[in-house]
């Protein structure tokens, strides 16, 4: 595949699936910036986070289609196509991975859980600017417009600046008209109620993940949560590292027994 050396190439990618709106629509936008590649998962993968195909092949194919940019469907994970895309379909290193646009929130809690936010991290991971796009809004067909020269600008600033080693940025747009643009952190949540128990037509018990959402800091100005409810959108720093430094100072005086 030829890449015009003269612009940066931006790998797109997502987890909803090859066939995604929001993938389409971010992967167009970022045609304002460089040489755009597509490489997302065949079939929709939410919820999977970092995870990796370990137990099958992992498979990849060029998809044909009407589109300024070459676009391959991979039959693992996220992460598995951050992967085979630095592996072995991009034929040159990427100035940028973007993911998204994510239908779905991936603020506070959420983005633990994200398969959007897991495919931004690994591309963190191998020391890349990456950046996840993800809407507070489920509906497939939702309209991307509004949000779209935001999303450019972002990743322009990305390009033009870079991002420490370890950071990503997880990027969330609004349900409603934008507002402008908050630095936050994450906002600290837990999911309550999450399984609704049903029967199946032959009377078996199964279980269907629901969830009421509970912020535990709702009222500070300063949180993802909060942005998102007053039509900000929210960008929060995230690192790959996760270990508590305070924490480890702490633990320093914890006795421990011999064995």
Request: a negative charge; proline letters at 7%.
């Amino acid at each position: 595949m030829a890449i015009n050396s003269s612009r940066p190439t931006i790998l797109v990618t997502n987890d909803d699936g090859i066939e995604a709106h929001g993938l389409h629509a971010l992967a167009t936008a970022m045609l304002e910036l460089g040489d755009v590649v597509v490489v997302a998962p065949r079939e929709g993968h939410s919820g999977m986070s970092q995870a990796l195909t370990v137990r099958v092949p992992v498979r990849y194919r060029e998809e044909k289609g009407d589109t300024p940019y070459r676009q391959y469907s991979v039959s693992g994970t996220p992460t598995d196509c951050v992967k085979l895309a630095l592996h072995t379909i991009v034929p040159c290193r990427p100035a940028l991975v973007v993911a998204g646009i994510n239908h779905g929130s991936n603020a506070s809690i959420n983005v633990l859980y994200s398969g959007t936010m897991g495919a931004t991290l690994e591309g963190c991971v191998a020391g890349l600017p990456s950046i996840g796009f993800s809407l507070v809004n489920r509906e497939p067909g939702a309209d991307l417009t509004p949000y779209l020269p935001y999303c450019v600008d972002i990743a322009r600033a990305v390009l033009e600046r870079g991002l420490p080693d370890g950071v990503a940025l997880n990027v969330n747009l609004p349900r409603r008209a934008v507002q402008g643009v908050k630095i936050c952190r994450q906002a600290p949540a837990r999911w309550h109620s999450e399984y609704d128990a049903r029967q199946d037509p032959w009377g078996g018990d199964y279980y269907w993940l629901t969830g009421i959402f509970e912020s535990l800091d709702g009222e500070a100005e300063d949180t993802d949560d909060w942005a998102l409810r007053h039509s900000y959108i929210s960008i929060v720093p995230t690192r790959v590292d996760m270990t508590d430094y305070p924490m480890m100072k702490a633990m320093e005086d914890w006795k421990w027994r011999k064995h």
